[in-house]
């Protein structure tokens, strides 16, 4: 039986009043046109977030060249996003839960908007790192507040299903835009790589517009902040991304003083949350023991990676391994195709058409069957084809055609992100009590952030390792820059960073094929009214497998 059943009466009966009172509010009517205006305003926020990443991917080999950037540095301009976004997620989801989601989104869509216009203006490198680092708090606020929004929009029922597979979809036409458009405006408009910048704050001031217009009214708590949990995560995430991204660029490597030194206090901050989220839950758990406001809630509830029966546990160690494998995938192949190939923007961007089709397809056919098939089905199958996307690069031939190898790999990589990101959110928002959608989506998303800085930074390293292998075997020690490193030597790196990315996905694969096999349909199969007993409120999903 779950902790959820086993918690003392005065605990319990908390607990219900708070996801009665969220749930009793989701009984809000709204017409059907305001209802899609929420699906299409938080899925808009989710294009944003993944053309953020993809818009700058596709633009590399030119800021490298415009700023004189170290081919090495590069990462950092996608890795500084995912570090702040992915490490204040937990933190502005728990902050969208107490103070309002609304209210979060708003201010996410404005830091959005302002550093987005700073980046486009920025004359150096390290300048335009630091936007992109803040442009992540946009995405830290806005992610976690839009997932929370349609889970408490939208009941459990088909419409729900569709909402989170529309929001999901997001990220496959985030990539998509931010390659074709990216690719375009960097080779033919005057600014160059700076026009995506100015068209992601447009983009993002038109989404925080249609949420003032279309979100509900904020639903808002008195509940404390757990500052001291916040401080303790935020803090050991950032200490462990930035030496992920760092410690092959530093002067001695992994090697480097600094980096053990930040690696080892990073590990130690985050061993201090989870042993202070762990105390605070037995706290609120005890009757016996006054509130206080040294002991408010926790930022995010250990039992939450217990929820049925572990799978969520299981659930978010499969997205961040599905992150390192797709983020790293694409980071890697426009690298190939600009620096080894010697595509134009333009060209690069026409070979990754075929993701956005897809992609698209991918999250309709989630949105038909989620309540029909189980979720292994999903997490098997889109794992496998993601790491056979990566395999194809792996093997690939420079000298034959597009279609043989580059094409099937390019149609095969969005299924393991696009079928785990809708699936997944669906079961995350099934299992998550009313007052914690926020930080639970929050969770999962800073699963999949981390996935991108620990892919890349792995990546980078074998890519690094097997480049300087092959030069030293032929007589070159390869500059700061790896300018001169050889072609072939090029060619294997490139190779062996994409099976170091199908590795991820196969250990995927293999979670998804051992412990989900009885997590059965997450979907729901028809359109129901939300009414839940006092019991089944807080434990839906256990007592459903029960």
């Known amino acids: 039986m779950s902790k959820d059943l086993t918690r003392s009466p005065t605990h319990q009966d908390l607990n219900l009043e708070k996801a009665k009172h969220y749930h ?3 009984e809000v009517q709204r017409s059907l046109l305001r ?16 053309a953020n990443t993809s818009i700058v991917s596709i633009s590399l080999p030119t800021i490298e060249r415009d700023l004189d950037i170290k081919e090495e540095q590069l990462q950092w301009l996608v890795s500084a996003y995912s570090l702040s976004s992915g490490c204040l997620l937990l933190f502005f989801g728990r902050l969208a839960d107490i103070y309002g989601r609304k209210k979060a989104f708003m201010i996410g869509t404005l830091c959005q908007v302002a550093f987005s216009l700073g980046a486009g203006f920025a004359q150096s490198g390290i300048t335009l790192v630091i936007l992109r680092a803040f442009q992540g708090l946009g995405a830290a606020a806005t992610i976690p507040s839009a997932l929370g929004i349609l889970a408490h929009a939208f009941p459990p029922s088909k419409m729900r299903s569709t909402a989170f597979a529309t929001f999901a979809a997001g990220a496959p036409v985030g990539g998509a835009f931010g390659m074709i458009i990216g690719g375009v405006l960097t080779q033919v408009s005057s600014t160059h790589w700076r026009s995506p910048f100015y068209l992601v704050a447009v983009m993002s001031a038109l989404t925080g517009i249609s949420g003032m217009i279309s979100f509900d009214t904020d639903v808002t708590s008195t509940e404390a902040v757990d500052w001291i949990g916040a401080s303790l995560v935020t803090v050991g995430l950032v200490l462990i991304v930035f030496v992920l991204g760092q410690g092959e660029v530093a002067s001695q ?5 600094y980096i053990i030194i930040l690696l080892i206090v990073g590990i130690i901050m985050v061993s201090l949350f989870l042993l202070w989220e762990r105390y605070l839950e037995q706290v609120i758990e005890d009757p016996s023991r006054a509130p206080s406001a040294w002991t408010p809630p926790p930022l995010m509830r250990l039992s939450l990676w217990t929820r049925a029966k572990g799978r969520m546990a299981v659930i978010l160690a499969i997205a961040f391994l599905n992150s390192c494998t797709f983020v790293s995938w694409g980071f890697w192949v426009q690298l190939y195709y600009q620096n080894y190939l010697l595509l134009t923007p333009m060209q690069t961007m026409l070979r990754f058409i075929p993701m956005f089709i897809v992609g698209c397809l991918c999250n ?12 292994v089905i999903f997490a098997v199958s889109g794992t496998l084809l993601t790491a056979s996307a990566a395999i194809l690069f792996a093997l690939i ?7 043989a190898f580059a094409f099937p790999a390019t149609v095969l990589v969005v299924f393991g992100a696009d079928f785990m990101y809708s699936a997944g959110t669906i079961f995350v928002a099934k299992i998550a009590l009313p007052h914690e959608r926020s930080v639970a989506g929050a969770l999962f998303q800073t699963m999949t952030q981390l996935g991108t800085a620990v892919g890349l930074a792995l990546s980078t390293l074998v890519f690094n390792i097997v480049v300087d292998n092959e030069s030293a075997d032929v007589g070159i020690t390869v500059n700061s820059a790896g300018t001169n490193a050889p072609h072939f030597a090029q060619l294997k790196g490139y190779r062996s960073a994409q099976w170091t990315c199908a590795s991820f996905a196969l250990m995927a694969a293999l979670l998804a094929a051992l412990f989900l096999h009885g997590a059965g349909i997450v979907g729901d199969k028809k359109t129901i009214r939300h009414v839940d007993s006092d019991e089944t409120i807080a434990v839906r999903y256990e007592s459903k497998e029960g």
Do not use: E, Q
């Open 364 to 375: 309709v056919l989630v949105a038909m069957f989620v309540g029909k098939l189980p979720l």
């Open 253 to 257: 490597g992994w090697k480097t003083p």
């Open 35 to 50: 209802s899609i205006f929420i699906i299409v305003t938080c899925t808009a926020a989710m294009v944003v977030n993944t």
């Open 397 to 403: 031939d420079p000298t034959v055609t597009y279609w």
């Open 24 to 26: 009793d509010d989701s």
